[in-house]
C-alpha cells in the first residue's frame, strides 16, 4: 500500500507555512469547475471509517475580529459558496453561501490537479514510477481499448502537461462522468490531437494520475 501518512507528511513540510492564513475555498468557477453543469451537489452520507488513523481532523472553532471583513468581502464574489479561514491549525471562521453548509459535497477538480501533482513527485522518487516518460499503458492495460496503438503511447508527462490530446471539452463534455468507470470511460473517448502536440485542459487527465498513483502503489 502507499505510504500515505508519509507522503502527506512530505507535503506539509514542503507546502507548510507557518503563520500565514490559509484560505480554502470551494469556487465555481467555468474554467475548471461548474456545478451547474455537471450537477454534483450531493449531502454527504453518513459512512463508517475503515482506518480510524487516518480519521478527519476536528476542527475547534475561535472567534476572530477579522473574519467579518472578510465575510463582506465575499458576497461580492458570484459563485463563492463557501470559504474557510485556517491560522496555525485552528479554523478561526466559515461561511457558507444559502442551500450549502458543511455537509455540502461540492465540485473541487482543480484542488485535485495540485495534489496529485506533489503525490506524482513523490511517487517517483519513491520508485512506484520509471519516470515521467512511463507509458500509462504499462501502469493501467487492462482499461485501454484493444488495438488503440495511439492512446498506448500517452504517458505520465503528457497526462502532467494535459497534451494526452483526448477529443474533451472541460465541464462540457462530462457524459464521461456518468460511466461506471471513469478511467476506463476515459481511455474510450476519441482523440483529438496525437498526444504531446497540444495542450487541452481536462480533470479527465488528473483522473488517470489518480488512477494510476493507486494501481501502482
Avoid at 10 to 33: H, N, P
Avoid at 87 to 114: C, V
Amino acid at each position: 500500500m502507499f505510504k500515505f501518512s508519509m507522503i502527506f507528511k512530505s507535503l506539509s513540510k514542503t507546502l507548510a507555512v507557518r503563520g500565514v492564513f490559509i484560505i480554502v475555498t470551494l469556487i465555481t468557477l467555468s474554467s475548471c469547475s461548474g456545478l451547474w453543469y455537471v450537477g454534483f451537489l450531493n449531502k454527504i452520507q453518513t459512512h463508517e471509517i475503515e482506518n480510524p488513523k487516518y480519521r478527519a481532523a476536528q476542527w475547534q472553532k475561535h472567534d476572530h475580529l477579522a473574519a467579518n471583513l472578510i465575510y463582506k468581502q465575499a458576497e461580492k464574489f458570484e459563485g463563492l459558496n463557501s470559504f474557510l479561514i485556517i491560522k496555525d491549525g485552528i479554523l478561526i471562521s466559515e461561511w457558507y453561501a444559502s442551500d450549502f453548509d458543511k455537509e455540502t459535497s461540492g465540485n473541487i477538480k482543480s484542488a485535485s490537479k495540485t495534489i496529485i501533482s506533489a503525490l506524482v513527485g513523490i511517487a517517483l522518487q519513491e520508485g512506484y514510477f520509471k519516470s515521467v516518460d512511463q507509458p500509462l499503458f504499462e501502469i493501467l492495460p487492462e482499461f485501454f481499448p484493444p488495438n488503440d496503438h495511439i492512446k498506448k503511447t500517452i504517458t505520465l508527462k503528457h497526462l502532467l502537461t494535459m497534451s494526452a490530446g483526448f477529443e474533451h471539452i472541460e465541464n462540457v463534455h462530462n457524459y464521461v462522468y456518468l460511466n461506471s468507470d471513469w478511467t476506463k470511460g476515459i481511455l474510450q473517448l476519441p482523440m483529438m490531437h496525437k498526444p504531446g502536440d497540444r495542450f487541452n485542459y481536462g480533470t479527465i487527465q488528473t483522473h488517470l494520475l489518480s488512477a494510476a498513483l493507486t494501481k501502482a502503489s
